[in-house]
């Protein structure tokens, strides 16, 4: 037996971060068959945390959360194990695919594991971390509805559910509002002082503020804002941001976005009701929600009324369900008025489209087509995994079948199993037509664009369209071919290719979907006269004349204050 000064030892060191030295001390002083499951978890968890783990380190922690597992399993004991073993093993999984053995085993000690641990939230987020890895849609949808049925759920996999049902799986807007609204008790209301309309702000213009939880330059988000706050009308505008993120050296020394603003406020070490207390010091006028559920550990701010006007734009492209969000800025291609009802907020749309962006600093060429070089039709999709559908892969499958030489290049921007992803298209028989790039390999932003060289013509997830891929693709001047969507996320690729002047690229259906493709790789001159107009025109059209975009953004918020002043 290990003695109790023994275990003691061990968990000081543990505390203390050392984690070598636990390591040291628990094979020098200790059996480790006679460990209890408790130890044996700070074993593998030392082997994972040390400095520089090598790849024995990892195959050392996997085991150890499996021993501990299989020694205690219906104890918190088991529980951490299992939780650890997923942690660690999607981590060692993205080094080396020969760790994969113990996702299987991870998947299979889950599934026994909900005999015991089934209403522990810790537990559900487990599950919903590896089976998004797994791409196994069938066992999260088990998982989020058992969380929606769930009283007594947690706040944050609430959120990241709904950000799931919205962007990974198809379900009708009237159940996405419905889901919205009845989970937004979830979301407490926080202690707030009453507002007004602030007569007035900083030299008498309006307090504009914006929280977000990715304010740097390496978000794709602020490739959406930067623009957008650095045309906006000074004299009107009194702007702050209100950030969440880390701050370091290197996000203050490169981001761009700080000098364009009146007031920059670093507070991702305030609790939720201490930056509910901070804006409200502030006085702001307009506050826009750039979070929603993407981040839903701060979503009960906006669920309690700290600004007399509050706004969901860019970051969640649905409704956030709460009553003290006001207005969701959309355009007329994505929200239909016969659809109002199905949004708590009430519908702004702004001209043309619901954001624009900035570009990037690089040096911009025209981009000729792949095909006229290699003879070879190359299809391409930078979106991430989980947003391609069975009925994507089906239709991506007919398009590849009917055409004889073509190919289609994959990278996801998020780790996932994309072995798994292959096994759908073996199923159709054109695995070997796929190129999957991982995402390893182009963590430089400019190498990531440079592969859309490779391109002929992009296609689009559907339901679940891209975003910032598809504003990627134009700027290369490779062509995106969508699909017609039922709500606001399934329509931004058509609203974003409506903007781009070539309506030929949204499709009514999958059918004409299967169509387009097939015939713009028969019609090359076509195809490269579209690639032609992009490079000429994209970046004077509504998608990247931000300045335009901006003048509209500033006029649209004058005319929101003016009018919900009278209310």
Known sequence: MISEEVKNKIKILYQQKKYEEVIDFTEKFTKFKECPSGLINL???????????????????????????????KTIHGLNAIKNLVIVSIKSTNISKEFKKFLKISKDFYLEAENYFGKDNEFIQSGINLFLYLLDKKELKKIIIKVLNKSDSSKDIIGQSIFIINNYFEW???????????????????????VDNFENSENSRINLG?????????????????????????????????????????????NKLRPLVDQWH??????????????????????????????????????????????????????????NVDYLFADQNLIYESEYNLYSEKIINLPDIWNAH??????????????????????????????????????????????????????????CDEDILMDKFKFYGVHNRINIYNK??????????????????????????????TFEALWMNVPVLV???????????QSIIKNSNHNFLIANNFQEYISKAIFLSKNIDKLENIRKDLYSNILSSSLFDTKKFSKNFNETLLSVYKNHKQI
């Not at 922690?61 to 499996?66: A, K, V």
């Not at 906006?232 to 993120?245: P, R």
């Open 43 to 73: 074993l593998g968890s030392s082997y994972y945390l040390k400095k520089n783990p090598t790849i024995d380190d990892f195959y050392k922690s996997l085991n150890c959360f499996e021993t501990a597992y299989k020694k205690e399993k």
């Open 172 to 194: 009708t807007q009237k159940d996405i509002f419905k889901i919205t609204k009845n989970s937004s008790h979830f979301f407490k209301k926080l202690s707030v002082n009453e």
């Open 210 to 254: 914006f929280v977000s939880c990715d304010p740097l330059n390496n978000h794709s988000i602020t490739n959406f804002i930067n623009d957008t706050i650095k045309y906006l009308d000074k004299t009107k505008f009194y702007i702050s941001i209100f950030s969440l993120n880390k701050k370091n050296e290197k996000s203050l020394n490169n």
């Open 266 to 323: 670093d507070l991702q070490d305030l609790n939720n009701q201490e930056l509910v207390d901070y804006i409200q010091n502030k006085k702001i006028n307009i506050l826009f929600d750039l979070v929603g559920h993407t981040n839903s550990k701060r979503l009960e701010i906006f669920n309690s009324r700290v600004a007399p006007i509050q706004i969901s734009w860019l970051a969640y492209c649905n409704t956030t369900g709460m009553d």
């Open 358 to 415: 900035s570009g990037f600093s690089y040096n911009r060429q025209f981009n000729k087509l792949p095909y006229l070089e290699k003879k070879k039709f190359t299809f391409g999709s930078l979106n991430n995994f989980m947003k391609i559908s069975d009925e994507t892969i089906e239709t991506w499958s007919k398009i590849l079948k009917s055409i004889s030489n073509s190919h289609l290049i994959l990278k996801s921007s998020n780790y």
């Open 440 to 469: 390893i390999d182009f963590l430089r932003h400019q190498d990531h664009l440079e592969l859309y060289k490779k391109i002929d013509l992009c296609l689009d997830t559907f339901p679940y369209n891209g975003v910032t891929t």
């Open 483 to 493: 699909l017609k969507g039922n709500n606001f996320l399934s329509r931004c690729g």
